[in-house]
């Protein structure tokens, strides 16, 4: 299988809408050989439609008090 | 290179602004006629001082919330009310002319304005929580989010039956002043707080960079509460004054430690920056704290401060608090709806002024302490009103301003053909 070059996008410590807002920078220029790694000190529940949208595919790591991770790629 | 927010769930802008520029009014009206019913009333039961708290509960408090779910549902529950602009307008209507009734009906003792007042408030609070019910359960999660907007709909509808039921107490039918106060305990520490504390739990870590509260309080405070006023209801109904004391004491402790935790929290945040909603937040919760206990204390020691407990919870602790939220909220909205149209220039923080922002703030707490003297020298009243007048006003041009700015920017919007 594949190994996907990881891109790491931290945005914990930003104010919304920010972290949306790279979050969606991010997933735009996406590539298939890259995988999103979106870090954030909360579900971003706005993100999704996004994510659905863009036909991306997403793996929660982590969702725990204050942090939250997902794994996004195509 | 940033393109866009995908939220077609999201209903038109117009909807919460309108909602909003509607509260900002009523608080406008209840400044001017807060001076001319007030200098010989001294009496939580009196008929006007019921008049103007529903001016403020109804008329701010309640358009501010329904409003603001009919947008920050799709935003918070991925889920939206279905043919939201036509219930948006029926509720808003009907919301309208109850409210009229109803004031109407207290400042005139015109009792069939009570009465129609009443079945429109009542019918249209029971029509909210039948759609706003059944769209939270198309959400495909139960995270304590929704737990919560569920809880806060359930105290909704005890507090509006209870209510009406109070409401028949005016035609002589029941006792007026018990069940008025289930109706208050469920709107206050029922539907008014845990839908505050739903949204805390959101806006303060999204906006201020702070922790999340902890999920033990997120998870189990409303339910709590919800068990704690079904108890409330019934000793109140069996006329059990010491159980009713201990529930007033517990009712009031959890809101204690909810606005503890809030202060904590907020404290603690990463990116510690001077924000006018920081203030309000702050002052909002020592009020709410000095409220609660001042309550376990008239309970205890059965002093009747109600009027005063109830100025600093209403205006000292929930109105500076939405005060907050919506000056957090609505510059957020508008920089989301454009976005979501494309149009990239805006930003959030020039959607209000933040000069104006101080202003108002500052008017609203001129006004707060001006009324602080008013037990003492009853004509402060008048002075106190006034200054709110202005802050009132100037709450209701920043909300417009928002308003230009969203109509300045969505004509740069780009179409695709």
Known sequence: METKKEIILDVSELEAPYPLVEAINALNILKDNEILIFRHRMNPQMLYQNILALQLQFDITKEEENEFEMRIYK | ?417
């Open chain 2, 1 to 417: 290179m940033f393109q866009g927010l995908t939220l077609d769930q999201a209903p038109p802008y117009t909807i919460p602004i309108k909602f909003y520029l509607t509260a900002s009014l009523y608080l406008i009206v209840l400044s001017i006629i807060t001076p001319i019913y007030t200098l010989h009333v001294y009496s939580r039961y009196d008929y006007e001082v019921i008049a103007l708290t529903h001016i403020f509960t109804l008329g701010f408090i309640t358009h501010i919330m329904f409003g603001s779910l009919f947008q920050m549902m799709p935003v918070m529950l991925s889920v939206a009310y279905t043919k939201v602009v036509k219930n948006a307008k029926i509720i808003y209507s009907f919301l309208n002319i109850g409210l009229s009734f109803f004031i109407l009906g207290f400042l005139t003792n015109i009792t069939y304005m009570l009465g129609l007042g009443g079945i429109f408030l009542a019918g249209i609070f029971f029509y909210f929580c039948f759609i706003s019910l059944k769209t939270i359960f198309l959400s495909k999660e139960f995270n304590a989010l929704v737990q919560n907007f569920i809880a806060s709909f359930i105290a909704l509808i005890f507090a509006t039956a209870f209510g009406f039921t109070a409401l028949l107490g005016h035609f002589g039918f029941v006792d007026s002043v018990k069940y008025g106060n289930i109706h208050i305990a469920f709107m206050l520490f029922g539907w008014v707080f845990i839908l505050i504390m739903s949204v805390s739990y959101k806006i303060i870590p999204m906006f201020f960079v702070a922790k999340e509260f902890s999920l033990i309080l997120q998870k189990r405070l409303y339910i709590l509460q919800l068990i704690l006023l079904l108890l409330f209801a019934y000793a109140q109904i069996q006329e059990n004054i010491f159980m009713l004391t201990i529930i007033k004491i517990l009712l009031s402790s959890c809101v204690i430690l909810f606005a503890i935790f809030s202060i904590k929290i907020l404290k603690q945040r990463k990116r510690a920056r001077k924000d006018i909603s920081v203030n309000l937040w702050y002052f909002a919760m020592s009020n709410t704290i000095l409220s609660a206990t001042l309550f376990i204390y008239a309970s205890i020691l059965h002093v009747d401060i109600y009027i005063f407990i109830g100025f600093l919870a209403l205006f000292g602790g929930i109105y500076p608090l939405i005060n907050a939220m919506l000056y957090k909220i609505i510059p957020f909205l508008t920089w989301f709806h454009l976005s979501s149209n494309m149009v990239f220039e805006a930003e959030m923080g020039n959607v209000i002024r933040k000069k104006w922002m101080t202003y108002q703030v500052n008017l609203y707490f001129l006004s707060f302490s001006l009324f602080l003297f008013v037990p003492f020298f009853h004509s402060f009243i008048i002075i106190a009103a006034a200054v709110f007048f202005f802050s009132a006003i100037l709450l209701f041009i920043n909300i417009v301003t928002a308003l230009k700015y969203y109509n300045e920017y969505i004509k740069k919007k780009v179409v695709f053909e």
